[in-house]
């Protein structure tokens, strides 16, 4: 302890100067923010690559299965191929047809699934042309939005969190609902405002609407477990099983809407006048 003591007292002035550049970094990444997002970026970038050494490891003992999976998405790519194009002719008039959507590989780095928010860290960032707002999906179903991005990393809010709202339409009937978590299990969420009338049963698909510009059309949601009836007979609400599930989620892709920008800037116009 009186070393300790003796050593303060001789290099006080050392350690105070140190002190005070802490604090000054600190208070400036806090209230400006450039500096507050380039420390986000930058706290982005370095946990990013921790997780990822980490998942390239836990990866290497999980090859087979990864595998497995991958060879599964083919032949379902494979089928859903088949149903579209019947001749090599008209395999070649639909991949040459202008698309509106790219879809970008990643691989999921961090997870979380048992919050009250939930996000995802994935191995792509704006190098590879992710953008704040993009969809993300997997080989099963809708996963989330990017929320963050940096360089080489983006943070995506799942759909298990509190303000994830998704356009979705009931396949048997086209009737439109906003999907959201709702519930406290990653494997569940809840359609709200649904019309006393519809009727809906149990294994009815739920899909992604017309009415995003985040999401392609048709995409899996999930399927309805239960009607939820209103008390007071007025709207009732439905629980549907998530297609995707996020405690396995490793392979994913992030949507870019080649023409969302432009919409957007649409949209902007219409609200200004």
């Known amino acids: 302890m009186y070393n300790l003591i003796r050593f303060i007292q001789k290099h006080h002035f050392v350690i105070l100067f140190l002190a005070l550049e802490v604090l000054c970094i600190t208070l400036l990444t806090l209230t400006q923010s450039f500096h ?72 999921v780095v961090n ?33 989330g939005i990017v929320s963050d991005v940096s360089q080489h990393y983006a943070s995506v809010m799942s759909l298990l969190h509190s303000y994830s709202t998704i356009s979705v339409r009931f396949k048997n009937n086209g009737h439109l609902g906003i ?35 985040i999401f392609p059309e048709n995409l899996l949601a999930g399927t309805v477990t239960e009607l939820i009836q209103s008390p007071s007979g007025t709207l009732n609400k ?7 599930d996020f405690s396995t989620l490793k392979n994913v892709y992030v949507i870019h809407h080649t023409n969302k920008a432009e919409l957007d800037a649409l949209i902007k116009n219409q609200q200004q006048l």
Do not use: C
């Open 111 to 143: 997870n979380t699934v048992n919050r009250p928010n939930n996000y995802l860290l994935i191995d792509k960032g704006k190098a590879d042309g992710i953008e704040k707002d993009m969809g993300v999906i997997s080989s099963d179903g809708i996963v």
């Open 179 to 213: 999907l959201h978590w709702g519930t406290t299990n990653y494997r569940y969420g809840i359609i709200d405002d649904i019309p006393t009338h519809l009727l809906l049963q149990e294994g009815d698909t739920v899909v992604t609407s017309s009415y995003s510009f």
């Open 36 to 107: 507050r997002q380039k420390r986000i970026n930058t706290t982005n970038d370095l946990v990013g690559k921790v997780y990822a050494t980490g998942t390239d490891i836990g990866d290497y003992f999980r090859l087979g299965k990864i595998n497995r999976d991958l060879a599964e998405e083919n032949a379902q790519l494979r089928r859903q191929l088949a149903v579209v194009t019947d001749t090599l002719e008209s395999y070649t008039e639909t991949v040459n047809k202008d698309t509106i959507y790219e879809f970008i590989p990643a691989r």
């Open 238 to 244: 439905a629980k549907i099983r998530f297609a995707t």
